[in-house]
Nanobody
Framework: QVQLVESGGGLVQPGGSLRLSCVVS????????IGWFRQAPGKEREGVSC????????HYADSVKGRFTISTGNVENTVYLQMNSLKPEDTAVYYC?????????????????????WGQGTQVTVSS
């Protein structure tokens, strides 16, 4: 019932920037969390960032802290991931996902098991 669609991926030089978008449709929840995950070849899926619309709280993986920013868009059902100072190790397929939890009580936002719906992913490649 819930559909998430990512966009904005592409090829960028090291040090460059990209902004990913996640559009959510079909959700009946008033409050939820949108997480960004990524998976590189040969690696486990990694939680990158999370936004909770109940209070606007955000979370970031240590590997992207200070470089990536998650935010809500002008359209209420859109969440962005602004990625700056990109590194080759950021290369991965990036997924957005929805969780019914708001992660206000210490729940692990970066655990994929707490997310019920997933997008198809968008490829981000950082290469010179």
């Amino acid at each position: 019932q819930v559909q998430l669609v990512e966009s904005g991926g592409g090829l960028v030089q090291p040090g460059g920037s990209l902004r990913l978008s996640c559009v959510v449709s079909g959700s009946t929840l008033d409050y939820y969390a949108i997480g960004w995950f990524r998976q590189a070849p040969g690696k486990e899926r990694e939680g990158v960032s999370c936004f909770t619309n109940s209070d606007g709280s955000t979370h970031y993986a240590d590997s992207v802290k200070g470089r990536f920013t998650i935010s809500t868009g002008n359209v209420e059902n859109t969440v962005y991931l602004q990625m700056n100072s990109l590194k080759p190790e950021d290369t991965a397929v990036y997924y957005c996902a929805q969780s019914p939890w708001t992660f206000r009580f210490g729940a692990p936002w970066n655990a994929s098991q707490y997310y019920n719906y997933w997008g198809q992913g968008t490829q981000v490649t950082v290469s010179s």
